[in-house]
């Protein structure tokens, strides 16, 4: 059991630490200290919402019907334009991290965000409901795999969301916020292009 659950935790991190949109959004939001619990309890409960799916068997009907993840990747692709369009924008204004913290300063902005950059990526569906729920049924404790992912997810959101706030004097400047602006800007249109191409 315990082999099970340290194998579901090690390829829970390994899929999720990669810098993504959601990662972007959930440290952007850390660093501004804005709505930081909400916007980690829906990272982190929609992962396991889909961990728990993709051992449940649903990863099979995802593969079987191709147009959902079609539909799901242009919604993708234009959602992750926008907010990559957005980002470069707000860094021209190089706003400070008291002027970042009034950005997107309502808790349902906050909320549709995280979902739409978790739900609207098809790579969420292939790593974490395909990939996790066919490496979790090479186990003897399924289960207990799903586990182990489980608590990387939590630890992982949990972490970058609240371990944002140490760099909170690093990134007190206007200057330091428009680099991460950018940064993040450029990181959304990156995926977007991706998703666009089939990468």
Known sequence: MLSSTVAGLLTGLSLIIAIGAQNAFVLRQGLARRHVGAVVAVCAVSDLVLIVAGIAGIGTIIER??????????????????????????????????????????????????????????????????????????????????????????????????????MHRTLSTPRAWQVLDVLIGLTMLGIA???????
């Not at 706003?95 to 906050?110: I, M």
């Not at 739409?116 to 990526?121: F, R, V």
């Not at 292009?193 to 990468?199: D, F, I």
């Open 65 to 166: 019907a191709g147009w959902v993840v079609d539909v799901v990747r242009w919604a993708g692709v234009a959602f992750l334009t926008w907010y990559g369009v957005r980002s470069l924008l707000r860094a021209r204004r190089g706003e400070s991290l008291e002027a970042a913290t009034g950005q997107d300063a309502t808790l349902g902005v906050a909320v549709r965000t995280a979902v739409a950059l978790t739900w609207l990526n098809p790579h969420v569906y292939l790593d974490t409901v395909l990939l996790v729920g066919s490496i979790a049924h090479t186990h003897d404790h399924v289960w207990w795999f799903a586990a182990g992912a489980c608590a990387a997810s939590v630890l992982w959101f949990v972490g970058l969301g609240y371990g944002a706030r140490l």
């Open 193 to 199: 292009a991706m998703l666009a191409t089939g990468g």
